[in-house]
Every structure is written in C-alpha cells, then in structure tokens.
C-alpha cells in the first residue's frame, strides 16, 4: 500500500473513507512511521481546533432554549415604494394611449357604398339588419365620379 | 423527527454557531429564531427535509453572509464589549477568558468566511456530505478544503497568537 497524504489521513482521522478500507489503512498507518506522524499531526490539529474554535462559543452553552413563537400567516403592507413601479408602469401605458398616432381612421380598404352609407347616416351606427336588408345604387358617369347614389330599403 | 423535537436538539447549538461567527448575541437570536422560522414554514408547505441540521445551517450561514453585506452589521460585537466590569480576583479570571476569547475571535477574522465556516462546522461535528451540503461545494473536496483551513488557522496562530496557545 502506498503512504497516504495528508487530505486522506484527514479523512481516515474523520471516518469519511469507505469502511472496507478503513482496516488496511490503519494497518499501513501502524506499520508506516511517515503516515503515523501525519495521523499524529492531525489529531493534534483536531485538538487544537476544539481549543480555539471549540471554547469560543460555551458561553451560549448556559442560555435557555425559549420558545418557539409559531409564525402567523402575514399579508405583505403595501407601502408607497412598492406601488411605485405600478404606477409608472399605468403612466407609460396612459400616455401611449393618449399620444397614439392611429387615431384617424383607415379609408382605403373601406368600400365606396360603404362610405357614401356612413356619410348619408352621418357617421351614425346602423342596424345590421337593416344594413344587410338595404341596397344601394350608385350612378357613376364615364369617368367614374359618383352622380347620385340611392339607398334602398 | 418534528419541528419541536429539531428546534429543541438544535437550538443551541445554531446559537453557537452563530456566536462563534462573531456574531452579537442580540443579532444571533434573530437569526436563530428566523432560521426557525423558515423551516417551520417549510415544514407547514409540506416540504420534506431530508438533513434538517444540514439545512438549518445552510439557511443561518447564508443569512449571516446577507448580514455581513448588510449597511447595519458593524462586524461582530465580542471584540469591543468585553471589558472587565471591577477588578476582583474572579473578575479579573473572568476578565481573562474574556481577553482569550476575544484574541480567538480576533483570529477567526483573519480567515476567510469559508475557512471560519469549515473549521466551526467541522468543530461541530457536522460529517463531510454535511458539510458540503451548508457551503455548497463539491463532497469529495471538503478534505482538501479543510486541510487548508486548518493549514491556515495554524499559520494565523503562528505568526499572531503562539504565546496564547502554545501551552495548551
């Protein structure tokens, strides 16, 4: 067996290395001076941690357990701060409404009957029985200007 | 186990980690208690812990990291509070072991947050997977990290504090 380094006799000292190799290692540590003077130093080290680390906190040792206040159930208070992002966020949207650039509607796609019906109603909203009910008669002359259109019912 | 039977079992020895992290006792029962306090909800969500001593301390190591980032954390308390109150001969004992431990807090603060964590950890008796599970860091590398911490921990008592140690 080869001699262990010191990260493993940590772990050997730790009993962190799998227990089928525990009996061979300490027979090599047994046998072995280099490794017993390593195992040696690292329980000195393990001392010397509870000396220095250890004691530096039994004053707590002495404080009574007090008892455990079962948490409520709590709502989050809704503060100014938090609103906040909310508000500018309903600002933002506020304004694009209101300095949108589409308000004036789209002719080009709307038919001309379709037209001279919302001018003859004066933009007024139609019945859509009537409206699929009614026809309408354009006059046009050779050149395509309107002469007189005529709704009929 | 339930929630009474692990707040009873590690109570304690939470507190004392946390003083041994230099925290002020006051702060220390905060964090305790709010360390408490998330496994308790935690364990009315239903949630299922399988290492709740593994667990308690991730939970107060990363608030003591979120304290020491914090404006309020003035740095730990045990150095500047400890002053003999007269000057009888158990006070002047007492005024002693004081002066020692604040010398081994002094100390642990020249280590690094992780160096302090793994010695007080392994002090506690927490196993390697337990270990690796509060500072989040690979199984198989706790060894080697502790090994340098304790290379470091003597080094710092070395240079600073033989004297102090020495004899014992």
């Given at each position: ?33 280099n490794c017993s003077k390593l195992l040696g130093q690292a329980v000195a080290d393990k001392a010397l941690i509870e000396n220095v680390i250890g004691k530096s906190g039994t004053m ?94 | ?168």
């Amino acid at each position: 067996m080869k001699c262990l380094s010191r990260i493993e006799i940590q772990e050997f000292l730790d009993k962190e290395i799998e227990p089928s190799l525990m009996a061979g290692i300490s027979d090599h540590i047994e046998r072995c001076e280099n490794c017993s003077k390593l195992l040696g130093q690292a329980v000195a080290d393990k001392a010397l941690i509870e000396n220095v680390i250890g004691k530096s906190g039994t004053m707590e040792d002495n404080i009574p357990v007090p008892e455990f206040v079962q948490p409520v159930l709590y709502k989050k208070r809704i503060t100014f701060y938090r609103v906040i992002p909310f508000l500018v966020a309903a600002s933002i949207i506020g304004i694009i409404f209101l300095f949108r650039s589409d308000k004036t509607p789209v002719m080009e796609n709307i038919p001309e009957a379709e037209i001279l019906l919302y001018e003859y109603y004066d933009g007024k909203d139609l019945n859509k029985m009537w409206h699929e009910k009614s026809q309408i008669i354009i006059l046009q002359d050779e050149k395509g200007n309107v002469i007189q259109s005529i709704i009929t019912n | 186990m339930s929630f009474d039977d692990v707040y009873r079992k590690y109570y304690k020895e939470l507190r004392r980690f946390g003083r041994q992290l230099n925290i002020s006792a006051e702060k220390c029962e905060d964090l305790t208690q709010e360390t408490f306090m998330k496994f308790c909800i935690g364990i009315n969500k239903g949630v299922i812990f399988n290492n709740p001593r593994a667990w308690l301390y991730k939970v107060y190591l990363n608030q003591f990291k979120t304290l020491c980032n914090s404006r309020e954390y003035d740095g730990g308390s045990e150095g500047n509070s400890m002053k003999a109150d007269n000057h009888s001969e158990d006070a002047l004992e007492e005024y002693s072991k004081k002066e020692k431990r604040r010398i081994v807090f002094e100390m642990l603060d020249k280590l690094t947050d992780n160096d302090k964590a793994i010695l007080i950890l392994y002090n506690h008796g927490l196993s390697y997977a337990e270990m690796a599970e509060v500072l989040e860091i690979n199984p198989n590398s706790v060894g080697t990290t502790l090994v340098r911490a304790i290379d470091r921990l003597k080094e710092t008592l070395k240079i600073h504090y033989h004297e102090m140690f020495e004899q014992n």
